[in-house]
């Protein structure tokens, strides 16, 4: 009898491989900056082996600016604080960024926006610390407030909320009135004329919000006129009148003074008093 044979088993087919997992998307930012970066040195070494002062060169250099641009941007927003218009801003960083680009040397393997980076923001600082401030302000209070800024900036990111005066000053180990000179100093950057309408509000000038009529000031001429012709009185005059109405003595104490009859100290008051009339300018 045949022996009995077994079914072929079939055999296990491989495991398919694991997907692929899909690509990260790249942010748009990050990939535009790293497209700048590669077109920066492209320029640069092409930069590098044309003549300064030629039509090719004047062509690239012009290209590195327009490329480089969003760095200047980027410097400038810092500054958005600072109530000066953007493009001014941008301008002076541009200028900065121009001259990093003529500075700048690819062989040394610094990357461009780090070398930039510096110039761009000193040439800012320098345009508002020479050009923008309308108010002097003292060297020492213009750093201790750029170091005031800063504290408030980490501050504000530690707790995750703006600082308290006395959380910057125990930061920088100051006083508290230093922190508010200098965030006062921060904002002298332009005098506002105490005529100028309020911005946005409608309401009138500084000068007629705050200021009043000082009653003493109808006095101011009658004052400067009174000095003016007591100076041309005979010297006995002069006193006379300076005891009677500065001293607040009588007729017969002015005599008692002055070894004279009553009587004769009131004729020199009234002739005194028409000499000052006469010459009163004001009633006249």
Not at 218 to 225: K, S, W
Request: proline share 8%; glycine share 4%.
């Amino acid at each position: 009898m045949p022996a009995s044979t077994a079914p072929p088993q079939e055999e296990e087919a491989p495991p398919a491989p694991d997907p692929a997992p899909d690509p990260v998307p790249v942010p748009p930012e990050k990939r535009r900056s790293a497209d700048t970066r590669a077109l920066t040195q492209v320029l640069f070494a092409e930069l590098k082996q044309l003549t300064a002062g030629t039509p090719e060169h004047n062509r690239v250099r012009g290209a590195l600016i327009e490329a480089n641009l969003p760095l200047v941007r980027y410097a400038a927003a810092r500054f958005r604080s600072r109530n000066e218009p953007m493009e001014d801003v941008v301008q002076v960083g541009t200028i900065g960024l121009i001259n990093a680009i003529d500075r700048f040397d690819p062989d040394r393997g610094v990357q461009f926006p780090t070398f930039a980076m510096p110039t761009v923001v000193g040439e800012i600082k320098r345009y508002f610390r020479d050009n923008v401030r309308t108010v002097h302000v003292p060297r020492r209070l213009h750093e201790l407030w750029v170091q005031v800024n800063s504290a408030t900036e980490d501050l504000t990111t530690l707790f995750g909320r703006s600082p308290s005066t006395a959380e910057i000053a125990e930061r920088l180990r100051i006083s508290e009135d230093e922190v508010l000179s200098c965030i006062e100093a921060g904002r002298s950057y332009h005098a506002t004329s105490l005529e100028a309408a309020q911005e946005g509000d409608g309401l009138p000038g500084l000068l007629d919000r705050i200021g009043y009529e000082d009653p003493a000031l109808d006095g101011v001429e009658h004052r400067d006129l009174v000095r003016h012709l007591l100076v041309q009185l005979p010297e006995r005059e002069q006193r006379i009148l300076l005891l009677r109405y500065y001293s607040n003595l009588t007729q017969s104490q002015i005599s008692a003074e002055l070894g004279v009859s009553q009587m004769h100290v009131s004729r020199l008051l009234a002739r005194s008093f028409q000499r000052l009339r006469s010459a009163n300018r004001i009633d006249a």
